[in-house]
């Protein structure tokens, strides 16, 4: 078989029209604005209408990235949806998602380690080109729609979290687009940040009723991602055969804090200006932060230019890591 290679060769996005102010928390916790853009950077918020499904904005975000790529739903071979927040928690987003696109031809499944799932199927999704010579486009979407399972009283959660969807098409080519990935977890902190009820270990029953939250349950170090991104960054540089990560042009991370990416920027000794981040007018998108952010710094004229190093890197509750680096 020809040496097929991976190259992201399209994006869209979907951003949720009703935009939620840092003002509005006030009537449920108190004035949080001031906190909220010092110690997060968050100024506003996108949140799904009631009527919009996790599916309904994979979907949306992968016709855009579709159209960019000048392919049809039927030319897709594949749909990786990564998300924590699926339309139920049987059968897979990414067939309804099939389904609404009219990509018939497409085999679908979906990857949940949290906020790294999109990164983790991005890697999937190149190893199935590079092994499989009848998967020649993927779409692989980040989808979120956590607002639906946050408390409006807890202070911690409610102010962070934010709904939306990125997608890029993955297409086989003959030259590297796809360099390497590392993945790696920590899972002693699994109980640290999720939604811990609707599972096998703790189903709905009649003495608990109560809809499913998102909640953090116990601590992890607050310098968990500065620790972890560098170290994981530099390994996945190394694997890709790059000299340092200088040779990177863009970074892109989990974006739940933007001090915390500023101070990993630092550590890497990387200017701000080889990352961009969109959590102060989106919110935290989980899953689909990565790609809504490449996605609008190829739109604003700071994305990668044909030939550029791009990286990401995700962490997700588990807590799951992943990192990616592609060529442009």
Not at 61 to 68: C, Y
Not at 117 to 125: E, K, R
Not at 199 to 223: L, Q, W
Not at 288 to 311: K, N, Q, S, Y
Request: net charge neutral; proline share 5%.
């Amino acid at each position: 078989m020809t040496e097929r290679f991976a190259k992201i060769i399209s994006t869209g996005r979907y951003v949720p029209k009703r935009v939620m102010t840092n003002a509005e928390f006030e009537p449920f916790i108190g004035d949080v604005d001031a906190w909220l853009r010092e110690k997060v950077g968050i100024s506003e918020r996108r949140v799904a209408a009631d009527t919009e499904t996790t599916s309904d904005m994979c979907s949306a975000a992968a016709r855009q990235a579709l159209e960019r790529a000048g392919l049809a739903p039927l030319d897709v071979d594949l749909i990786v949806v990564g998300t924590d927040t699926p339309d139920y928690i049987s059968p897979a987003t990414s067939s309804i998602v099939q389904h609404k696109l009219g990509a018939e031809n497409a085999a679908t499944f979906d990857v949940n380690c949290a906020c790294a799932s999109w990164v983790t199927g991005l890697d999937i999704a190149a190893k199935q080109i590079f092994a499989d010579a009848e998967m020649n486009n993927i779409l692989v979407i980040g989808g979120y729609n956590m607002t639906r399972f946050v408390d409006y009283h807890d202070k911690y959660t409610c102010t962070l979290f934010a709904d939306g969807a990125g997608a890029v098409v993955l297409t086989a080519v003959d030259s590297p687009g796809y360099l390497a990935s590392k993945m790696i977890a920590q899972g002693r902190y699994y109980k640290s940040l999720g939604i811990y009820t609707g599972g096998a270990a703790s189903p709905f029953n009649n003495k608990a009723p109560s809809r499913p939250v998102i909640r953090f349950v116990e601590k992890f170090p607050a310098t968990f991602n500065s620790e972890n991104w560098p170290p994981l960054i530099a390994k996945t540089v190394a694997k890709a055969g790059l000299a340092s990560v200088d040779e990177v042009e863009l970074f892109l991370f989990t974006q739940m804090n933007v001090n915390t990416i500023k101070h990993t920027m630092q550590l890497l000794g990387q200017p701000l200006k080889k990352t961009h981040w969109v959590m102060d007018k989106w919110g935290y998108t989980g899953a689909a932060c990565i790609p809504m952010a490449l996605d609008d710094a190829v739109l604003e004229g700071r994305g990668p230019r044909p030939g550029d190093v791009v990286l990401f890197c995700a962490t997700g509750g588990g807590l799951a890591m992943a990192c990616a680096v592609f060529r442009w």
